[in-house]
Structure formats: C-alpha cells, structure tokens
C-alpha cells in the first residue's frame, strides 16, 4: 500500500501528554519519520529512525512503531507543540516516499 | 549550518513549465552521504514527495509525477532543480527542497535541514 494515515486532527491538554499516529502497511517494514510544520514555515525533522531527535529537539518527543502502526508521542506538551505534525516513509511496493495526510495537534 | 534557498518564478501559465532552483550553503552539494530532494505542499494541503536526486545524477522520482518530472544537478554552482512540465491549476504549491538522507539499509529516510519554501501559483 502506497498510503500513511494519520487522524485529522488531535487535542491534549497543556502538560499532558499525547500520541500521534500513523498507519500504513509499508510501516511494518520501514521506519516512519516525523514532522512538525508551523503555520507559515517549512516543516522541521522531529524524530527519525527508530527514535532518534536531530539536536535542538526536546526530548519529550519521542517515537515509536508496532506492527503497522508508528506513534509520535509528546510528554508534557507545550504550548509551542501547537503544530501540523506529518509522516513519512518508504512504500513497500514502489520503494518510493510518501507523506502521511497530516495531524493538526491542539494544545488547550 | 548547511542552508538551501529555493529561486524561480512565482506565477507560471498553464501547460507551460515550472522552473526552480535550489541553492546550497555551508556544506558541500558533493557529498557521498546524502541526497537532495524536492517536497511541494498545495494551498491548505499536506505534503507531497516529488523527487530526490543524488549528486552523480541518479534521480527518483514520484510515479505520479514521473512523466512531468525532470531534477538535476550542478554541482559546479551547489545547485539542483527541478523542472515540472505541462503545469495545471492543481501544481499551484509551495514547492520546498530539502537535504536527503537515509540509513545505510534503507529502512529510514529524512529530510533535513529544508529551504524556506517558495509559493509557485499556476494561472493565467
């Protein structure tokens, strides 16, 4: 399958924490990345690989897979954590890239 | 800190062609480590993989765009681009290009640092 799914949209409260998700089958053989994209900039690389942050990123964001499922966790979300979050990896039949649709997070 | 700039035009007619640049600072364009790709982004819209080209010239591509798709390099100018042909309304995008790398097994691949982005609006 060519797609990643991910939910529209998602709300946790400020301090809580909250788990975002992407769905698809190429997920249970290639790792999911993630993005953040706040309104008006380029999207930044949060987690990639198995769970590793690129330096600058908090280490309340972390990542995780199981069978087709990849999760962004956020421990203890930020007021600044409001953001576009998106998925990326590998599609198993083509070996090509693909975007998830993208997670509009919330924070209250 | 490696930067990328993306250049072009910003309206560009339909069935015409798209034409951008990518230009790299702080870092060498020739590096055996990464790749350089392409990512546009429709008004409103998520994201989308165009493209992503390794400094001897391999290039690959998104199905759904190959046929319209040319990108290449000059490594001479730390430059590469992006050529998108017989452009409609639903080309209209802010078009980001993006250092590209993966693990040696291909297992995982990302794209960073990014271009800030440039807004290409299809129209007459």
């Known amino acids: 399958s060519s797609e990643l799914t991910q939910d529209p949209a998602v709300s946790v409260a400020l301090g809580q924490t909250v788990r975002i998700t992407c769905q698809g089958d190429s997920l249970r053989s290639y790792y999911a990345t993630w993005y953040q994209q706040k309104p008006g900039q380029a999207p930044v690389l949060v987690i990639y690989g198995e769970n590793n942050r690129p330096s600058g990123i908090p280490d309340r964001f972390s990542g995780s897979i199981s069978g087709n499922t990849a999760s962004l966790t956020i421990t203890g979300a930020q007021a600044e954590d409001e953001a576009d979050y998106y998925c990326n990896s590998r599609d198993s039949s083509t070996n090509h890239l693909v975007f998830g649709g993208g997670t509009k997070l919330t924070v209250l | 800190q490696l930067q990328l700039q993306e250049s072009g035009p910003g309206l560009v007619t339909p069935s015409e062609t798209l034409s951008l640049t990518c230009t790299v600072s702080g870092g060498s364009i020739s590096s055996s480590d990464y790749y350089w790709g392409w990512v546009r982004q429709p008004p409103g819209e998520g994201l989308e993989w165009i493209g992503t080209?390794?400094?001897?010239?391999?290039?690959y591509y998104n199905p759904s765009l190959k046929s319209r798709v040319t990108i290449s390099v000059d490594t001479s100018k730390s430059q590469f681009s992006l050529k998108l042909s017989s452009v409609t309304a639903a080309d209209t995008a802010v078009y980001y290009c993006?250092?590209?790398?993966?693990?040696?097994?291909?297992?995982?691949?990302?794209?960073?640092?990014w271009g800030q982005g440039t807004l290409v609006t299809v129209s007459s």
């Open positions: 080209i390794y400094y001897s010239g391999s290039t």
């Open positions: 993006a250092r590209h790398a993966a693990d040696g097994s291909g297992s995982y691949h990302w794209f960073d640092p």
